[in-house]
């Protein structure tokens, strides 16, 4: 029986966030004070689109290279062949694209502008559930914050050639 000897041709990674924004129940209770505190978070938000777009545009350079050194595997079946290379490939996911991601996300979120937000007085609500939890809204111009990314496993597609 010959041996089979795949290689890791096209490698697809699915970067991505799972977006949730809580609004404590103080806020969630008035439909204009929520609207205004999700209006709080767009900055954050467009932010991480742009994170991951230029991140996403930029994984084949930065890593095209690893998935090309991992080679062709031999076996003497295509599932015992394939397996060392994704376990390979799934190591250059997660200790060098995910981290890298995630160091990207953080740095770019402690420069995210809040200071441009506006709350809508939403006829006084915005001030009240402001003060039942005894924070005033101006404080959260000057706010940073930072989201973690989201691990999703890559999916692999087997072949011949470098990483796609």
């Not at 096209?10 to 209770?29: M, N, P, Q, T, W």
């Not at 007085?121 to 959260?140: H, M, Q, R, W, Y």
């Amino acid at each position: 029986m010959a041996a089979i000897a795949p290689a890791v041709q096209i490698v697809h990674v699915k970067l991505g966030f799972k977006r949730k924004i809580y609004i404590a129940k103080e806020f969630a209770s008035d439909a204009c004070v929520a609207k205004t505190m999700a209006d709080y978070e767009a900055p954050a938000v467009q932010n991480d689109d742009a994170v991951m777009a230029a991140f996403g545009a930029a994984l084949e350079k930065t890593y095209g290279p690893d998935f090309n050194a991992i080679g062709p595997n031999a076996g003497p079946t295509s599932d015992e062949a394939q397996k060392p290379l994704l376990e390979k490939a799934s190591a250059v996911f997660h200790d060098k694209i995910y981290p890298g991601f995630e160091q990207e996300v953080v740095a770019a979120g402690g420069k995210v502008d809040f200071s441009k937000w506006q709350k809508d007085p939403c006829d006084g609500a915005t001030d009240k559930a402001f003060a039942s939890i005894s924070v005033k809204p101006e404080s959260l111009k000057t706010n940073k914050q930072t989201t973690t990314p989201q691990v999703q496993q890559p999916n692999y597609g087997g072949g011949r050639s470098g990483a796609h």
